[in-house]
């Protein structure tokens, strides 16, 4: 009897890779040009040349647990270079497409999640959610496009002259803030079951050894490499461009670095807001009445232009601008015949755009006083943030916490060092 090992593909995953962009997958001759060009990959069983037999085989069970994929920063030079157009980093990013759409559970979100179809389900959920709290809260105030005074911290509907006030039309205390909480709640737990799946996956990696390492360090310090030196200093991501890469690939990291730091600075402002708030209540309740007052005070919206949390918050707008514009020219100057962009790709990018652009726009014409612009813009900012919120686990923004896990995780068995001041 022969040895012979029967490889047995997987056609049906061949057919959804190439769906989610792997589509020239088939042009690849295991030249290995893209392993040895990639400025990240490591010299030991180095990616992205196996990915790609792999793929050609359809041997799903390897990719969907191979921890190389996340390592791979979607720069491009091995694409660029491949002499067949095969686009190996494209492969890699379809397989990224493919972990968001099946770590997390609810198989239902991220089938949605992976076409255009998916995005009227998507967007219909929060859409219906805030427009029955538009038409009820409408309904009781006497107009949809109300303006108010503010009497005693409350907002009072007026019929002459008064402001906008987006907390008179979707009052935060039993609107905004209990979905946002919910929605927040939902999130974390699909991260919580994305990340045990994605950490099961990677218990089959070889655990790699590195000649010199005195022992492994534990994931716990692994994070917090990562985060000094793959979030905050972005050290990867700035080694991932060829020697003579053009400025739009720098731009990139230094872009992807503005647009997660405006994210943090944006975070932050939410979190004084509804930390303040909250705290002034909790305070009050507690009979502290004068402190109470005090910590509300802080964070009361709407808060004038010269606040240091709205400025913070004008800060981390612009700068998250300045970013998507060097994300966004990039793209769209992409050599299709070398890389593509996928649903997920623009999907996100469109979503952040949307976001700032109607925070921004909702800002403006509030203070212009132009309600039928100011409520409907704020109305669809409501919605962008519920859709990158709720459905993040799902989306291709899920790198923020599967990326860093990963790298952490990498760093932990010694498939990438640990990050090191140069
Ligand atoms: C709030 C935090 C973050 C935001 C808003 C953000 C946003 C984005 C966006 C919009 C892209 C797409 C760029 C493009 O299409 O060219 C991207 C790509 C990328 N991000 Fe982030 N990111 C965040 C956090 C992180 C973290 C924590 C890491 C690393 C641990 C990371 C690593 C990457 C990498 C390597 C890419 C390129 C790979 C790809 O396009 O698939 N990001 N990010
Ligand atoms: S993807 Fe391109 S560069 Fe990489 S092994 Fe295949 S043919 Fe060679
Ligand atoms: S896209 Fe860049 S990081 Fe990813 S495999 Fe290709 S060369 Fe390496």
Known sequence: MSNTVKVQPDLNFIKELQAVGGDSLKKCYQCATCSVVCPLSPADNPYPRKE???????LKDRLVNDIDIWLCHNCGACSDLCPRGAKPGDLLAALRNMAYRSLAPLPIIGKWMSSSSGLIPLAAIPALLYGIIWFIM???LGSFLPKFELVD???????EGG?????????????IDPVFMIVFAFMIWAFYSGVRNMLKAFDGQPKTFIVGRKKEPSMIAALINTVQYEILQHTQFLDCNEEDADELDIKRATGHRWLMFAFI??????GIVAGTHWGGWFLTFMGIEGLGSIVSAIGHTPMPLYHP??????????????????LTKRRVNLDEAKQSSSWYDWYLITLIWAIFLTGIGALI?????????AYPIYYVHLISVFMMLAYLPWSKLGHLVYRTVALSYAKKIGRIPMGSDK
């Open 52 to 58: 790609m037999v792999w793929a050609q085989w359809g």
């Open 138 to 140: 409408g309904s009781r």
């Open 153 to 159: 911290h409350a907002w009072v509907p007026v019929k």
């Open 163 to 175: 402001q906008i006030a987006f907390g008179g039309l979707f009052p935060g205390d039993y609107t």
């Open 265 to 270: 600075m944006l975070m932050v402002v939410t």
């Open 309 to 326: 949390v709205k400025l913070l918050a004008i800060v981390g707008a612009g700068l998250g601008v300045y970013g998507l514009i060097a």
């Open 365 to 373: 014409f509030r203070i212009l006083g132009a309600a039928v612009l």
